[in-house]
């Protein structure tokens, strides 16, 4: 994707959008009055006096299908199964009442008005009495424009909409849900024609059309066609509606493990006649020269896990297999970049390729054609191997969520761009998409200071890449590369350090990313999905900070500052995770000390972090030790997740899961116990047994520690600890004190008992952010 490509595609999206939004000469028409409804099961037809038609079909309890045909036939349905992919979920048992002024269509979980004169709708909770939404007057159609009308809450928020480049709280902006690969702020890279509200409802409009979103007073959401046709999910959360909301369009997808190390894209083969880029680039001529990078990144300790060797137009690639192979041995997958097509993925995929990235050029028409490339990627690649998709699209849709990564565009690695992303991809997961990213540093542009705060915030997002040969000069002349083993110190130890926290932190997130896949709920989380009920969360206030799972609250640096200001802690105990100090919300954290090296980083009350040991990619040392590091503070859980982590064999059961539950004192001191589970179920690599270490975040050390019944030794150094088989080690100077505990290699469950800790008091914070 370039310059020349993206200008063409926006130009044609502008005049697209041009129209959508151009005034319609022709009245507007609606349905009129209903006249009549008939039922078969749980589908319900509304005649009108106009002649239109509405169909209402109840999927679930809290779930149900509007269709309103301007005809009064449902024939025109142009997104078919695409979109909505499981449409019934067995009988509802609906009931219908004529009300005199309504009819209502009743469920275990909602009440559905169909107001009569004039036809529009209500839909209420199961009491029939607490409004949900409600249309403020009949849906209209004039021309190729179609716009429902809602209602609008004393304080409702509103979300989603997709990929949007800005800010995710909704309320009072208009959003356009509509294709323009322009990929600058309040630009839709991956649209989706998908919202939900803070009253505990969600709307996917079932539909390929561009369209855009006024949330205000009443919100008018407007699609460019004739025809209206919505799937409506309620919930008692918004994670419910998320759930909702996947279980109809489809669940994310579970990318391998090694799609959360950090991937490069660069072309290796500029050797190639047909490259359209400088023929002269050093140690990038024939793809073979890729293997040379995976060696440098070795040889500067460096975590990363794959490459796209063949990423620029013309590039193309040689000795394919070879190169596969070669990069293998060094801990790195493969995957390849197409502007044109995949004709040769069949054999791509059987040398080893197991990702794609597809281009604006091929795909960046967007709706059902770049829809359509993305399932041709997974089939080729679940077709012609056991591994799993892992595909990434610069135009997602609705449904995207299932099958791929979506992400920001050619953006360019500046400040003000840093500012927009932090809310953009987190932004993303209220849409459902798991995986949503931007080139480290964007694409053109950038410097080494951006480049390390982009990468630091990033590492705690489920998938992230760099594209490299279209930035400023570096390391010295003859190269643009952007790898984060290319720059110079201090910068290299600092990516190092990020990139090194995020392997440990692998058996966490991946946990995570199979939290969205079962649930909707994604792993890079705006604050309201966790903290529903704080006005400050709910809103834009907190845009710039975001949730990396349940446990971590990330707050990037986005200028070239060493101080952050206006960092937002909701209720509850907060420790920073670099020097330990506990910080009581609600409040904000205002002139946090963040030099480069720092990202503001805090760790929730209760958290339970399982980590490995430090390595450079997946599997490049046996799993021998798992880390649990606990905060403890009252009673927590945490399911971790473990499988082979490339095949689709977990879809077959083979997986397991290990419980864990930590009781605390809520203050001052006292037992702690941490009780680990048996790993339950089974997966090819598992291991019979594994050793076990438990981290506790103590103010003082404990008067003693037992593992099952055993009372397990002091230790009085560091040192002894790290030679020791079993023992426990308190360190006062280890973020403000921990209390390190080797359990040995264990089979079975286990229980660790701590007497005697201190849970950390905390400090207050600022009742309002920085002036």
């Not at 997808?253 to 799609?259: D, M, N």
């Not at 794609?356 to 041709?376: C, H, M, P, R, S």
């Amino acid at each position: 994707m370039r310059r020349a490509v993206r200008g063409l595609a926006a130009a044609v999206a502008a005049a697209l959008i041009a129209v959508l939004c151009s005034a319609q000469a022709a009245q507007a028409a609606t349905a009129g009055n209903a006249t009549a409804v008939t039922r078969s099961g749980d589908t319900f037809t509304v005649a009108t006096s106009s002649g239109a038609a509405a169909r209402v079909q109840f999927a679930r309890a809290d779930i149900f299908r509007i269709w309103l045909s301007p005809t009064g036939s449902f024939t025109d349905d142009p997104a078919g199964k695409d979109l909505a992919i499981t449409t019934t979920f067995g009988s509802v048992g609906t009931t219908l009442t004529d009300a005199g002024g309504y009819w209502r269509i009743g469920t275990s979980a909602v009440s559905l008005r169909i107001n009569k004169s004039p036809l529009t709708f209500a839909l209420y909770r199961q009491d029939d009495s607490t409004l949900v939404w409600s249309e403020s007057q009949p849906t209209s159609w004039a021309g190729n424009q179609t716009t429902e009308y809602l209602t609008r809450g004393a304080d409702e928020q509103f979300y989603g909409t997709g990929l949007r480049l800005g800010e995710w709280a909704l309320r009072d902006k208009t959003v356009p849900v509509a294709v323009s690969n322009r990929w600058t702020e309040n630009t839709n890279a991956s649209p989706a024609p998908f919202y939900m509200s803070t009253n505990g409802y969600g709307v996917m409009r079932n539909t390929w059309a561009p369209g855009s979103y006024t949330f205000g007073a009443p919100s008018r959401l407007t699609h460019n066609e004739n025809r209206f046709d919505a799937w409506y999910f309620t919930g008692n959360s918004l994670k419910g509606v998320l759930n909702g909301y996947t279980d109809v369009t489809g669940k994310p997808f579970l990318a391998p493990i090694w799609g959360l190390e950090l991937g490069n894209a660069d072309c290796f083969n500029a050797s190639n006649p047909a490259y359209t880029g400088d023929h002269n680039r050093l140690r990038h001529q024939i793809t073979p020269d890729v293997v040379g990078y995976a060696t440098d990144a070795r040889d500067a300790n460096m975590p990363s896990g794959w490459f796209l060797p063949n990423d620029g137009y013309g590039c193309g690639y040689t000795s394919l297999p070879s190169t596969i192979s070669a990069l293998k041995a060094k801990g790195f997958n493969t995957g390849l970049w197409t502007s044109t097509g995949l004709g040769n993925i069949g054999s791509e995929v059987a040398a080893g390729s197991r990702a794609v990235k597809t281009d604006v050029a091929w795909v960046g028409g967007g709706y059902k054609n770049a829809f359509a490339g993305v399932n041709q990627a997974v089939s080729g690649i679940e077709n012609n191997s056991d591994g799993r998709r892992f595909v990434w699209t610069v135009d997602g849709w609705a449904g995207t969520q299932r099958n791929a990564v979506v992400w920001t565009g050619d953006t360019s690695g500046t400040w003000d761009a840093m500012r927009w992303h932090v809310p953009a991809i987190t932004g993303a997961g209220l849409s459902g998409l798991n995986y949503a990213s931007g080139d480290v540093d964007g694409i053109f542009g950038g410097s080494p200071q951006t480049y390390v705060r982009d990468l630091e915030w990033k590492a705690f997002t489920p998938a992230f890449m760099t594209m490299s040969g279209w930035g400023p000069t570096n390391p010295s002349a003859g190269y643009q590369d952007k790898q984060p083993w290319r720059f110079a110190e201090p910068y290299r130890s600092i990516n190092r350090k990020y990139l090194q926290l995020k392997m440990q932190l692998m058996p966490y997130l991946y946990t995570m990313s199979r939290v969205a896949a079962d649930t909707g709920v994604p792993s890079t989380r705006a604050l309201v999905l966790e903290y529903p009920n704080d006005p400050v969360a709910r809103g834009n206030q907190t845009s710039g900070q975001f949730m990396a799972g349940d446990s971590f609250l990330v707050a990037p640096v986005v200028s070239n500052s060493t101080t952050r200001n206006g960092i937002y802690l909701p209720a509850g105990s907060w420790t920073d995770y670099w020097t330990g100090k506990v910080y009581n919300g609600p409040g904000w954290v205002n002139g946090y000390s963040a030099p480069l090296d720092t990202l503001p980083l805090f760790v929730k009350s209760g958290a339970i972090v399982p980590m490995w040991p430090q390595m450079n990619h997946t599997g490049e040392k046996p799993l021998s030790t798992l880390t649990y590091d606990i905060y403890p503070r009252g009673n927590s859980s945490f399911s971790l997740y473990e499988d082979d982590g490339t095949t689709r064999a977990y879809k077959s059961g083979a997986f397991a899961r290990q419980q864990v539950n930590v009781t605390a004192p809520a203050s001052g001191s006292g037992t702690v116990t941490v009780t680990v589970g048996a790993s339950a179920g089974s997966f090819t690599g598992k291991s019979a047994s594994r050793g076990y270490e438990v981290a506790l975040h103590s103010s003082t050390a404990p008067g003693s520690i037992t593992v099952g019944s055993a009372t397990v030794a002091p230790l009085t150094s560091r040192a002894a600890y790290n030679s020791a088989a079993t023992g426990w080690f308190f360190d006062p100077t280890d973020r403000s004190g921990t209390v390190w505990v080797k359990v040995g290699n264990v089979a079975d469950g286990f229980t660790v008992t701590a007497n005697g800790i201190t849970v950390p008091t905390g400090s207050g914070i600022s009742p309002a952010p920085a002036s």
